[in-house]
């Protein structure tokens, strides 16, 4: 995990190499975090970025793209002479990543660039493309020798998600660029693990000593995990109706949380040790049959509603969405863990779109205490005992418990105490990208998920995909846009006797 900018040194000299450089993802979010790397001092002063794409430009055109998108999707305050360093760098080759003679292209322009910017031979290599081009692009740097390290030269590559569509998908791609690639060359991107507050997961469990001995069943009832987005598909109704929230959102984003707070402690702080205890607890997951995975999730899509006062068409009129479409916007399981740990505790999670707020938080619920002592106190009125980990769109920490109220006589309130990262640190505002694109060219994996984690957590969402399957519409709930979600989520908690957390 990166230090802060204060104490981290620069990364190590090198030259990126983005597939995929006109699309969104390079102006919107690559680039500007570049450019926070460069403005904190963490890009190295020998640093080259080529852009690889199909359309038609050139390296002056391409410089002037970003030079106008950087101020539009920047994060922090424009400084031109950083901006004039970053862009001074930029190089473009115009190609199809289907074709080898691309891949002549670069290798040139790497020569090139390697020679008058003194990179030190280290190639970090971003595949920000469509999925279906990673296995195609990995086979190609292997095949072309531009990913194999030689005189002391480092070769990386950066994978975006989704990391395959189902358990077979990835494995099979897995296998293509381990065939090419070693482990440690293969980083598998999650930008929800570049946000600050996931990152401190780690260090609020094991550099305080109040928190992890109540850590385990013994204390903790259950707990939820939400990621909540009030956006609705949008234009990206094409992608989404193949996909579904599932896909989306479960095997990547809501899996990396579970992973980091159900973890067992790791032997050292170090990659490979935290990226084994990441896939062992996922490994441990109960895998369901088709009639539990039926009875212990819930799928839904939105109708039509409103959302801050906007309305809001339904899913299905969404365009290219499928007029019959049974692909889910919503999704809450209920997943157990085979370990002494959290043998008996229900982990609830839950993501949708065209929800009533944009959230994301952990909730770790524990054990109501024995209440005889306050027998004339009834129990509805005591606060659950929740640590809330807020990560959207407030990254805080949250305590809520019971006190007494101010009086003559024995009442009992609930009371909630935040702390929140602004009030303490000094954070400028990130893409979340950042930490991650340093860390990969600094060699540390620590952030980044392992294939056998990656496996792992298609492994336990798959009968769930093929219970969906074979039921079709049927058991298909809905929900207004704006909502909370479907009445069928608050009864997956309720028949265990809890609730879920608000989400407004």
Known sequence: MTATAATARAADPCCLVIFGASGDLTHRLLVPALYNLEVSGLLPEAFALIGVARSESSSDAFRTDLEKSLPRFATRKIDAAAVKKLLGCVAYVQGDPDDRQTYEKIGRELARIERERKTNGNRLFYLATPPAGFAPIGGYLGESGLASEANGAWRRVIVEKPFGTDLASARALNSKLLGVLREDQIFRIDHYLGKETVQNILVLRFANGLFEPIWNRDHIDHVQITVAEALTVGRRGNYYDATGALRDMVPNHLFQLLSLVAMEPPARFAADAVRAGKAEL????????????????????????????????????????????????????????????????????????????????????????????????????????????????????????????????????????????????????????ETLIYDCMIGDAILYPRADGIEAGWHVVQPFMDAWQDAGGQGLATYRAGSEGPAEAERLLAQDGRRWRAIA
């Open 282 to 433: 996922l490994d441990a997951v109960q895998l369901q049959s088709r009639d539990e995975a039926l009875r212990n999730a819930v799928r839904a899509q939105y109708t039509e509603g409103t959302i801050d006062n906007r309305a809001v068409e339904a899913y299905r009129d969404t365009k290219d969405v499928k007029p019959d479409s049974t692909t889910e916007t919503y999704v809450a399981l209920k997943l157990m863990i085979d370990n002494w740990r959290w043998a008996g505790v229900p982990f609830y999670l839950r993501t949708g779109k065209a929800l009533c707020a944009k959230r994301t938080e952990v909730a770790i619920k524990f054990k109501q205490a024995p209440v005889a002592m306050f027998r004339d106190t009834p129990i509805e009125n005591l606060a659950q005992n929740f640590l809330v980990l807020g990560i959207q769109p407030n990254e805080c920490i949250g305590l809520e418990f019971n006190a007494k109220v101010p009086g003559p006589s024995i009442a009992i309130g609930g009371v909630g105490m935040t702390f929140k990262y602004e009030d303490y640190f000094d954070v400028a505002p990130s893409t979340g990208y």
